[in-house]
């Protein structure tokens, strides 16, 4: 028998057990073993080993990007419309993690035997495939933050945790295959004719080649943990929604479209970085092994902050927050552009300075997120998470296509040149070289002022998110006793 909405209700402000916590943290953990494995490498892996043309990789981005950004709303379409005996949101992370991971090992497997066509013709196959089935994890994923609970400290706790699991996804996968590729420096550095840059590729190809099988064991095992430790509790009035009444619940949202478009302009900053690491550490430092420790410092600041995003909440509120932390963007990104190559603790720092406002504003992001799906149903009393959490997703996914298009032209405007027979071995000229730190300094300083100017006018502070949670939840228990015989 189900358990009237008055005791459901109840149980959703409930604290969650720690198992909860570290188990949704460990789906982002994994979800990053995709997903910040094509952001910070695979510009790289198609230009550089792939041997794909930085204009072409950058095309690509943009087609490839907007697809996922579709396939994200289909996903969140696909998700109202589900209900299982599993709940609605974890047979998408159960039965979806697998292939996910899989199709992340083809996706930096691109034949050698090809030619360029067919390169980029595998290329553009396997990563739209790729952002499909993530699309149909993550937004399940995504979505399941706002059906465990309706605290506002709880939530916290959840996206505390997912920013700390995204993050040692990240720093692990970058400072493992960065730390391999720069063993082979000294193989790059001596090639001299077309047959040496096709063994340095193919070494390099090896090193993808394990990491992401690799992944596919890691990667799914942690999504499953996250499906066992991570069940619904709060009550919804309808267990499937239609398409006609997730237009109407999306429309009447104000909160969710003030979001979103901070968001857009905020995350292109940071979509436009996460290809130009690499680069920036191969090119400006020197050495592509500092990739590893660039992350660290950059996104291992989560693991400093991370811990204490439930108590920045309680103080200062998600709205507050969201509001003022990009200024640690803007102040990290003009310091890192004009950083000299030469000053590596300089680097760092600017690095550390950018890593506090990310952390801060990639968490709260996603509170605020799951604080929509609840003011959605106040406004209309049907409850679409999946819709909600697809179009936040979207814009994300936009920002990601614009942003890694942004730095691959970025690459292309500087006259970046790529490794080819003819010169296996190329010097980048110093147009390149402002290129890459502009990409990863000033454009996401720009976009934090952008996005800061837009959230002044976002209407739903954590007061008036409690107001709401609690006149639904009445509204709900209200209607149930109606019913009642």
């Not at 969140?76 to 090992?105: E, H, N």
């Not at 553009?124 to 995504?142: F, R």
């Not at 909600?388 to 920002?399: D, E, G, N, P, Q």
């Amino acid at each position: 028998m189900a358990r009237p909405a008055t005791t459901q209700g109840l149980r959703s402000l409930e604290r969650l057990p720690v198992r909860t916590v570290i188990g949704y943290g460990a789906g982002d953990f994994a979800c990053n073993l995709a997903f910040s494995l094509s952001t910070a490498f695979l510009l790289y892996y198609y230009t550089d080993v792939a041997g794909i043309s930085a204009a072409a990789v950058g095309t690509m981005f943009l087609v490839v990007r907007l697809w996922d950004a579709v396939a994200d709303l289909l996903a969140g379409r696909l998700v109202d419309s589900t209900m299982t005996r599993w709940g609605k949101f974890r047979p998408f992370i159960m039965f979806g993690a697998a292939p996910l991971l899989f199709l992340s090992f083809l996706t930096f497997r691109v034949p050698t035997s090809f030619d360029d066509g067919m390169k980029l013709v595998y290329a553009y196959a396997t990563y739209a495939v790729l952002g499909l089935v993530y699309s149909l994890v993550n937004i399940p994923y995504g979505s399941l933050a706002s059906a465990v609970t309706q605290s506002v400290h709880e939530r916290a706790r959840l996206v505390s945790a997912r920013v700390i699991g995204a993050g040692l996804g990240g720093v692990v996968l970058t400072y493992v295959i960065g730390h391999f590729v720069s063993g082979l420096r000294e193989q790059k550095a001596a090639i001299e004719d077309s047959a040496d840059l096709i063994a340095y590729q193919a070494a390099v190809q090896g090193v993808f080649t394990k990491v992401t099988l690799a992944f596919v064991v890691i990667g799914t095992a942690a999504f499953l943990f996250t499906a066992w430790a991570c069940r619904e509790r709060v009550v919804r009035a309808q267990p499937r929604v239609g398409a006609r009444e997730t237009v109407a619940t999306l429309r009447s949202n104000r909160p969710l479209a003030y979001l979103c478009t901070s968001s857009f302009f905020y995350l292109i900053g940071v979509s436009a970085v996460g290809g130009s690491t690499a680069f920036y550490a191969q090119y400006v430092l020197g050495d592509i092994a500092l990739v590893g420790l660039m992350t660290l410092v950059n996104t291992g600041v989560v693991f400093v902050v991370g811990p204490f995003i439930p108590r920045i909440v309680d103080r200062f509120g998600k709205k507050t927050v969201f509001q003022y932390c990009g200024v640690f963007t803007v102040v990290g990104g003009v310091g890192l552009f004009f950083a000299p190559g030469d000053m590596f603790w300089f680097v760092l720092l600017t690095l550390a300075v950018k890593g506090v406002g990310a952390t801060l504003i990639n968490s709260v992001m996603f509170g605020l997120e799951a604080d929509t799906v609840e003011y959605g149903e106040w406004k209309t009393g049907r409850r679409t998470e999946g819709a909600t959490y697809a179009l936040f997703s979207f814009t994300r996914k936009v920002t990601q296509s614009l942003g890694g298009a942004l730095g691959a032209w970025a690459l292309a405007a500087g006259g970046y040149l790529a490794a080819t027979s003819g010169n296996p071995n190329p010097v980048q000229p110093d147009s390149a070289i402002i290129a890459i730190k502009a990409t990863m300094g000033l454009l996401p300083a720009v976009c934090a002022v952008l996005a800061m100017l837009v959230f002044a006018r976002y209407p739903l502070s954590d007061a008036l998110f409690r107001q709401v949670r609690d006149e639904t939840e009445a509204r709900k228990a209200a209607q149930t006793q109606e019913v009642a015989p």
